[in-house]
Structures are given as structure tokens and as C-alpha cells.
């Protein structure tokens, strides 16, 4: 024990910096209070920490909790559709068929049987994979995190859609990266600008969510997909395709994985968030057995594994046929749910707004006139009791100010329809339209 830890246990006095005692680092980690002396805590962060901003999201999340407002702004599951029966017959089948081993520790990389459902499942999208390609992870949350300690760099440039998910920037931002950014039109990332951008910065990683994107609610197309895997591995940069939505396709053909054209320049994350539930955390990293190994490592250090027990009670539900019906019903519940939000904006907008009609997925994106700012535009939604996320949070090199997200898997219709029909009068408010209806500003 040194002194300063000796002095500091018998409750004595640090020497003040530079009067007369010696100057050291403990000497300006620490201050007094009352005779006792309190660690500095805000300044024995690591520098990372700056880079980590709390989600405005999960920030908005609070407010919109309130029982009266109608929330459009979480990216929230239907919790009424959660298939709570099969999972305590798929609990009590795990507890009493597996017993011991359920609630023991296991291996780093996954539960084997459920990797190897896994495989299939990969393999019926048209990717060969082997168990060694995958890892089981807490959500895919942790993937990004784990993507993010492996191949980030302080200072290395990400290249990702804009606007792009926040919890992959959030997840990021603890490696210290800068961005930069493509926009995005009605077919997903713009990737004729691609080449030219590449050329001018060193890119680490290409991120992108070719599904139904979240926030936009927009898909890359096929063409793009080829262009974007063809671009890519020329420059030889490897690809973070981000997956969550592609299984809850409402309408139209299922597009090629940007895996499967490209396999080995390609890291491709998995989740059962939106297709089971996401409070069990379950999701998994596909990608080349050498990066799987040095994931299995930083996993290690992280949480030793994912959980036995939940792990097998997705198996079971999985191997049960389960997952798959309950895709298919989820499917038919948010296809209305978005088809009563397009229908509830049609009527309730004013002219001058217009927004993305998703194929599938959680969110769609609204787009309002350059004018108006969607931060300012959610004070008075609030007032009305409606809410939803101002697009500028998306945006990792800033813009966006007049967009927003809006989510529509969370409320049942009837709540859609009257959350829009607020939105739409916080809109004319925001407008300086009078009337009460939005004829008065096609009028204008
Ligand atoms: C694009 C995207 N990636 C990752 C995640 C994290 O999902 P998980 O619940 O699997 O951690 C989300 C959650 O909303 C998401 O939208």
C-alpha cells in the first residue's frame, strides 16, 4: 500500500497541490469534504467516456411514458403479441428435461444445438456457414459493441448510411471513431457515391441495415446490394450488414443478404429482438472463423457467454416451429399497423409533409418541410400528447433537423389512428394553419 492510500484509509489530509505538499496524481484525483476525502469521479473517466452521449431516445422514452401520450417514438415490439404461453411451456420443458445444465456456465461461443439451428437458418437464406462462423450474442446491441472493440481504432473512420440506428453509433462511440457518411434516397444507401469516397478516406468499416432500415424504414436495392458488395471488396473494406427487420417483410420479394454475394468481406448481425422478443437478448454475429475467434475473446472479457438458459429455452421455441408462426402472425399485425399510420397521415398531414412507405420493418420516416424544425415540432406534439423521435438524432455528421421517426409496431390501431390525428394538429400548429383540418393549408 502506498502512503497516500495509507494516509487517505486514516482519513488524513492530501497535501494541497502545489502549496508546499508534493504534487501527485493523487493529489489532483482527489478533493475534500467535511474531512473525508471524496474521489474526483469526473476526472478518473477514461477519455472514451466523452465520446459517449446518453440516447436521446431512451431520454424521449421517459417522457413518453406518460400514460396519456401516445408514443410513436420507441422502437418498440407489440408486447400483446408476445408468445408468453409457449415461452413458460419452452421454461418449464428446459427446467425439467435439461435441470442442472440449463443454469450452469457454457461456452463463449453459444449454446451448440442453437448455432447449429442457426446454421440452417443461414444456410436457407442462401449463406454456407459452419458453427464456426457463428457466435451467440446479448442482442445484437453487444455484436455492435463487440464489432467496435475489435476493429476500432481511435480516430478510424466508419462509414455509415445517413440518417443511421443511434445504438450503433452509441456503440461506436466508446471506441473514439469519427464518421463519415452517404445519404440515403427511396432505394437505400447512395451507393454511386460510394467509389469517389472511398478513394478520398481510409475506411474501417462499411455499416449498413439493408432492411428496412432503421430509422427510414427504407430498403437497399437489389442492384445496390451487388454495386455495394462489388464497391466494397475492390477497396477491400469490409462490410457490418446490421439485419434485425429483414424476416418481417410485409410485402414483395425477399432481396439477397449483402452475405451472401459477398461472404468473406461481410459481418452479419442477427437478432430474435424483433422476431421473438427483445427482452430475452439474444442475438448472432455471422462471419469468417478468424473474426468469430478474436470475438469469442472479446466476449470473454465482457460477460463469459450469453445465457444458458434462455439460450435453450430459444432453441426449444425455435426447433418447436414456433418462431416461425409467430413471424408469420407478427407480419399480419404490422402490415395493418403501418397501412392504418399511412392511411391516418394521408388524411390528417398537411400538404408539404411526406413520408417513406416501408415494405416491411418498424418505422417510417417523415419528412417536413425545410422550415420547420422537428425538435421544436415535438414540444407541441407533446402538448397534444402525441410523440415521436426528430430525425437530427440519426444523423452521425448532423442534419436531418427537419425529419422524424415514427414507430408504428407498439400501437394498436385505434391508438395509431388518433396519435396521427394529433400529430396532424401539432403539424397546422406548427404551420400557423388555423383550421382545424388540413384542407386549410393545401389551401395555402
Ligand atoms: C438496426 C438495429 N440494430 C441493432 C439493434 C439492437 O437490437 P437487439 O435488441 O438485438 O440488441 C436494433 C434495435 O432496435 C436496431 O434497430
Keep these: 500500500m502506498d502512503t497516500t492510500t495509507q494516509d487517505r484509509q486514516a482519513g488524513k489530509e492530501a497535501a494541497p497541490a502545489g502549496k508546499g505538499g508534493t504534487t501527485s496524481m493523487v493529489d489532483t484525483m482527489v478533493c475534500k469534504y467535511d474531512g473525508i476525502v471524496t474521489a474526483d469521479w469526473d476526472g478518473l473517466?477514461?477519455?472514451?467516456i466523452d465520446g459517449m452521449k446518453g440516447s436521446a431516445i431512451r431520454e424521449l422514452l421517459k417522457v413518453t411514458e406518460m400514460p396519456d401520450v401516445i408514443s410513436f417514438a420507441g422502437g418498440l415490439p407489440a408486447p400483446e403479441v408476445f408468445?408468453?404461453?409457449?415461452?413458460?411451456?419452452?421454461?418449464?420443458?428446459?427446467?425439467?428435461?435439461?435441470?442442472a445444465r440449463?443454469?450452469?456456465y457454457g461456452p463463449t461461443e453459444g449454446y451448440p444445438p442453437l448455432k447449429d439451428y442457426l446454421v440452417d437458418k443461414m444456410k436457407r437464406y442462401g449463406v454456407p456457414v459452419e458453427p464456426g462462423n457463428i457466435?451467440?450474442?446479448?442482442?445484437?446491441?453487444?455484436?455492435?459493441?463487440?464489432?467496435?472493440?475489435?476493429f476500432i481504432h481511435q480516430g478510424d473512420l466508419v462509414l455509415t448510411e445517413s440518417p443511421t440506428y443511434v445504438g450503433a453509433l452509441q456503440a461506436f462511440n466508446a471506441y473514439q471513431p469519427n464518421y463519415v457518411t452517404i445519404p440515403m434516397d427511396e432505394n437505400g444507401m447512395r451507393v454511386d457515391m460510394l467509389d469517389n469516397l472511398l478513394a478520398r478516406h481510409k475506411v474501417k468499416f462499411i455499416y449498413v441495415l439493408p432492411n428496412f432500415q432503421n430509422p427510414?424504414?427504407?430498403?437497399?436495392?437489389?442492384?445496390?446490394?451487388?454495386?455495394?458488395?462489388e464497391v466494397a471488396a475492390e477497396h477491400g473494406i469490409i462490410i457490418v450488414e446490421d439485419d434485425p427487420y429483414g424476416e418481417l417483410r410485409f410485402e414483395g420479394e425477399n432481396l439477397t443478404s449483402l452475405i451472401v454475394i459477398h461472404k468473406e468481406n461481410v459481418l452479419y448481425l442477427g437478432t430474435f429482438s424483433k422476431t421473438l422478443a427483445p427482452g430475452i437478448r439474444l442475438g448472432w454475429v455471422v462471419a469468417p472463423q478468424k473474426v468469430i475467434q478474436k470475438m469469442v475473446l472479446a466476449?470473454?472479457?465482457t460477460d463469459l457467454h450469453t445465457g444458458t438458459f434462455v439460450q435453450m429455452v430459444a432453441y426449444d421455441i425455435c426447433q418447436r416451429g414456433i418462431l416461425r408462426e409467430h413471424v408469420k402472425l407478427i407480419r399480419d399485425?404490422?402490415?395493418?399497423?403501418?397501412?392504418?399510420?399511412?392511411?391516418?397521415?394521408?388524411?390528417?398531414?398537411?400538404?408539404?409533409?411526406?413520408?417513406?412507405?416501408?415494405?416491411?420493418?418498424?418505422?417510417?420516416?417523415?419528412?417536413?418541410?425545410?422550415?420547420?424544425?422537428?425538435?421544436?415540432?415535438?414540444?407541441?406534439?407533446?402538448?397534444?400528447?402525441?410523440?415521436?423521435v426528430p430525425g437530427a438524432n440519426f444523423f452521425p455528421e448532423g442534419g436531418g433537423h427537419n425529419t422524424m421517426r415514427l414507430n408504428f409496431s407498439n400501437a394498436r390501431p385505434e391508438l395509431i389512428d388518433e396519435g396521427i390525428k394529433r400529430l396532424g394538429r401539432a403539424l397546422m400548429r406548427e404551420f400557423g394553419c388555423e383550421a382545424p383540418g388540413p384542407e386549410a393549408c393545401r389551401a395555402e
Design 135 to 150: 457466435l451467440l450474442t446479448n442482442g445484437s446491441q453487444q455484436a455492435l459493441d463487440l464489432v467496435g472493440k475489435l
Design 45 to 48: 473517466f477514461a477519455e472514451r
Design 333 to 388: 399485425v404490422y402490415r395493418e399497423r403501418r397501412d392504418v399510420m399511412l392511411r391516418a397521415m394521408a388524411k390528417h398531414f398537411p400538404v408539404g409533409v411526406t413520408w417513406t412507405h416501408p415494405e416491411g420493418g418498424l418505422f417510417l420516416w417523415v419528412t417536413l418541410p425545410e422550415h420547420v424544425d422537428a425538435d421544436e415540432l415535438l414540444k407541441v406534439a407533446i402538448e397534444e400528447k402525441v410523440a415521436f
Design 83 to 99: 408468445p408468453v404461453r409457449e415461452f413458460k411451456e419452452a421454461c418449464n420443458f428446459v427446467l425439467e428435461e435439461i435441470g
Design 299 to 301: 466476449k470473454q472479457g
Design 102 to 104: 440449463a443454469l450452469q
Design 216 to 229: 427510414s424504414g427504407v430498403t437497399l436495392s437489389l442492384e445496390r446490394r451487388f454495386q455495394l458488395a
